[in-house]
């Protein structure tokens, strides 16, 4: 068994950001700028935007972190995104979700320019992915594939079973890695949560992608021996002996599950932090297109 470590390949993306930010910033162009609002105060939410502002800090970029309240309404929303969209410095925009209930979450992700949409949400990103035409990737499914990559794992012809259908993650790698190029090739079933023999479609799976948000929910006995087990899950579970009060579970019951493996990513230190990176890559894509 061999862990897919996110902190080296996500350090191994930033180290190459930030010498082609250096050099990009040296040739006269903008320092790439991201702009991230953030509404209320859901502790994962102010985690993952805190970690987005100190990571473009890191590799050089300008970042602009705007806060709202929780029952900020949608107009002041509508034009918080729209004064963005204009901003000639601004070159991504990202809106962390989950949004309030008065807010309709596909209306903001429709307003969002798309040659902005670093999160690769709105419709046109999506088309685009769908057809294999250049665009902005949404960061998780992105982040999967460059750790794909990284640790040159094979994935032409394999049977790749995503458990879990979100526009964020699960729809989107699915359709990732069936394109004819690497990563990809593969066979790929979708699951959700009323798929009928789960689990001997999973023992089927040469790789496995697990994006539910259930904790511990993939078992030992639902994946094959040297399988490829990557874990999207990222909960917060209430844990007294712990000083923050909770510790981070995957939705893979990692323990049991990673001596059958042949490549398996942690819960933390696996996808979480190449969800960022490859945030980063789309931020700098996008700067740069502007010169195009
Ligand atoms: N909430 C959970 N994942 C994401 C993400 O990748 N981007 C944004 N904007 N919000 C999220």
Redesign the pocket.
Known sequence: MQLLDGKIVSQAVKNDIKEMTSLFINSGKKTPHLA?ILIGSNG??ET?VASKVKNCEEVGFKSSLIRYEENISEATLIAAINKLNCDEDVDGI?????LPKQINEEKIINLINPDKDV?G?HPMSIGKMVQGLPTFI???PYGILLMLEYYRIETSGKHAVVIGRSN??GRPISILLSRNTYPGNCTVTVCNSRTNSLKEICLQADIIIVALGIPEFLKSDMVKENAVVIDVGITRVVDASKKSGFVIKGDVDFTNVAPKCRYITPVPGGVGLM?IAA?LKNTFAACKNKYS
């Open positions: 991230a994962a939410s993952y990202l809106v962390q979700l989950p999160d949400f949404p960061a998780t964020i993650v969800t945030l």
